[in-house]
Nanobody
Framework: VQLQASGGGLVQAGGSLRLSCAAS????????MGWFRQAPGKEREFVAA????????GYADSVKGRFTISRDNAKNMVYLQMNSLKPEDTAVYYC???????????????????WGQGTQVTVSS
């Protein structure tokens, strides 16, 4: 399985970006997929995840109400719509997927087996 994230860039505070993640190798329609991020000098942190049975979603408190995760199983894609961006959202964003074991949007990075290469998001003040 390979994950390819795209859509990052430079945006002013208050702006929006939409990240996309394309999965290849096999269908991930029965896998939990999500996003983590890592800012310079900080630990990697959970952002959002979406499960496959029913599409249950989970968000970090810091992004709740501003970010929306969605998936298109037919296209093997997961998305992260980011609105009202803040400078503290600046980070490299990583797309992740589990190996089909999880049933919910778990928040621990240890639960995810597949990681994309990351896409840089920079929010200027």
């Amino acid at each position: 399985v390979q994950l390819q994230a795209s859509g990052g860039g430079l945006v002013q505070a208050g702006g929006s970006l939409r990240l996309s993640c394309a999965a290849s190798g096999r269908s991930l329609s029965r896998n939990v997929m999500g996003w983590f991020r890592q800012a310079p000098g900080k630990e990697r942190e959970f952002v959002a995840a979406i499960s496959w049975p029913g599409g249950t979603k989970g968000y970090a408190d810091s992004v709740k109400g501003r970010f929306t995760i969605s998936r298109d199983n037919a296209k093997n894609m997961v998305y992260l719509q980011m609105n009202s961006l803040k400078p503290e959202d600046t980070a490299v964003y990583y797309c992740v997927a589990d190996n089909g074991r999880l049933l919910g949007p778990y928040r621990s990075s240890d639960e995810y087996n597949y990681w994309g290469q990351g896409t840089q998001v920079t929010v200027s003040s």
